[in-house]
């Protein structure tokens, strides 16, 4: 087994994350990766992996209500990337929404320039974020806290139904995809690492 596969391993075991603490390992291989999207940007355009090829990438996936983990994370990737002066430009942050009913192209534009103006923000429909949560071989969902108190899952067509006034909790993974300019997994950074180990980890994949 390779590094890199060995550490998304490690990594996938840590359970999925609903911006709370780590959840139990779970028992798991891991297949080849998808690392290919069609999704629409913060201006509203229409882009695939492709726009992004050539530059090293980081791949996050998150939604701007986060309370803590994709602040967090977000932070200490622009203070690693502040850190880098010239060579930040070689990279780009792909902040990947999961949440389309709340993250609008502007809202995800607000979000995301508060943080660094390599971090850029997609997001797309429910079938599209499947498609490219599958390819990474993460998840996500939503959870709705019902009249006895107890949250449930959210189904996809409940979710695509719902009231602005609904309120729903996203979870997501927490790790950040770190992709080369060839769109192959080269690294992958936990949750909670902080900018001058994230500064030398994308210093060690730059050419």
Same mark, same amino acid.
């Given at each position: 087994?390779?590094?890199?596969?060995?550490?998304?391993?490690? *990594?996938?075991?840590?359970?999925?994350?609903?911006?709370?603490?780590?959840?139990?390992?779970?028992?798991?291989?891991?297949?080849?990766?998808?690392?290919?999207?069609? #999704?629409?940007? @913060?201006?509203?355009?229409?882009?695939?992996?492709?726009?992004?090829?050539?530059?090293?990438?980081? *791949?996050?996936?998150?939604f701007t209500?986060?309370?803590?983990?994709?602040?967090?994370?977000?932070?200490?990737?622009?203070? $690693?990337?502040?850190?880098?002066?010239?060579? $930040?430009?070689?990279?780009?942050?792909?902040?990947?929404?999961?949440?389309?009913?709340?993250?609008?192209?502007?809202?995800? @534009?607000?979000?995301?320039?508060?943080?660094?103006?390599?971090?850029?923000? #997609?997001?797309?429909?429910? @079938?599209?974020?499947?498609?490219?949560?599958?390819?990474?071989?993460?998840?996500?969902?939503f959870t709705?806290?019902?009249?006895?108190?107890?949250?449930?899952?959210?189904?996809? @067509?409940?979710?695509?139904?719902?009231?602005?006034?609904?309120?729903?909790?996203?979870?997501?993974?927490?790790?950040?995809? *770190?992709?080369?300019?060839?769109?192959?997994?080269?690294?992958?950074?936990?949750?909670?690492?902080?900018?001058?180990?994230? $500064?030398?980890? #994308?210093?060690?994949? #730059?050419?």
């Amino acid at each position: 087994m390779s590094l890199i596969r060995l550490t998304l391993l490690l *990594v996938f075991l840590a359970g999925l994350l609903a911006c709370q603490p780590d959840q139990p390992d779970q028992p798991a291989t891991v297949p080849d990766m998808d690392l290919t999207f069609e #999704l629409v940007d @913060e201006t509203g355009r229409g882009v695939t992996h492709a726009d992004y090829e050539g530059q090293l990438r980081l *791949v996050f996936f998150g939604f701007t209500s986060c309370p803590d983990i994709c602040p967090i994370t977000l932070s200490n990737v622009a203070a $690693a990337l502040q850190s880098m002066g010239d060579l $930040a430009e070689q990279i780009t942050v792909l902040f990947v929404s999961i949440d389309p009913h709340r993250d609008s192209p502007e809202r995800l @534009e607000q979000y995301t320039q508060a943080f660094h103006p390599s971090v850029v923000g #997609l997001t797309g429909s429910y @079938e599209q974020l499947e498609k490219v949560t599958k390819g990474f071989r993460t998840t996500f969902g939503f959870t709705l806290r019902d009249g006895s108190g107890q949250d449930r899952p959210l189904s996809r @067509e409940e979710y695509e139904t719902l009231a602005d006034s609904v309120h729903y909790l996203p979870f997501h993974s927490s790790q950040v995809y *770190v992709i080369s300019a060839g769109n192959e997994l080269v690294d992958i950074i936990g949750y909670g690492a902080k900018p001058d180990k994230i $500064a030398a980890t #994308l210093r060690s994949h #730059l050419r």
